[in-house]
Nanobody, 114 residues
Framework: QVQLVESGGGLVQPGGSLRLSCATSGSIFKFTAMGWYRQAPGKQRELVAS???????NYADSVKGRFTISRDNAKNTVALQMMSLKPEDTAVYYCNHFPRINYWGQGTQVTVSS
């Protein structure tokens, strides 16, 4: 059974930083590409960043240079380091496989506001 548990969100001022973490399950994790997605109020869920099993990364243009995705295959975890946060980064953030599967965790709320 797939398990995706996100944590690390919160309220931060513009320009601040947060580090999100995702705990996953399954022996195939180290063979699975993973992604961080986000959904802002009234908007579609979008892919923010992805990482292959060997660590190659890709980012949405809106976060390139500010966000860093990483993974620890020994711990079955994926992280998203977010810096220089902007109000438009406000959203619920989810981790999932990449491409995504039809299962979502509860997500973690990130609010960027002064």
């Amino acid at each position: 059974q797939v398990q995706l548990v996100e944590s690390g969100g919160g309220l931060v001022q513009p320009g601040g930083s947060l580090r999100l973490s995702c705990a996953t399950s399954g022996s195939i994790f180290k063979f699975t590409a993973m992604g961080w997605y986000r959904q802002a109020p009234g908007k579609q869920r979008e892919l923010v960043a992805s990482i292959t099993p060997t660590g190659s990364t890709n980012y949405a243009d809106s976060v390139k240079g500010r966000f860093t995705i990483s993974r620890d295959n020994a711990k079955n975890t994926v992280a998203l380091q977010m810096m220089s946060l902007k109000p438009e980064d406000t959203a619920v953030y989810y981790c999932n496989h990449f491409p995504r599967i039809n299962y979502w965790g509860q997500g973690t709320q990130v609010t960027v506001s002064s």
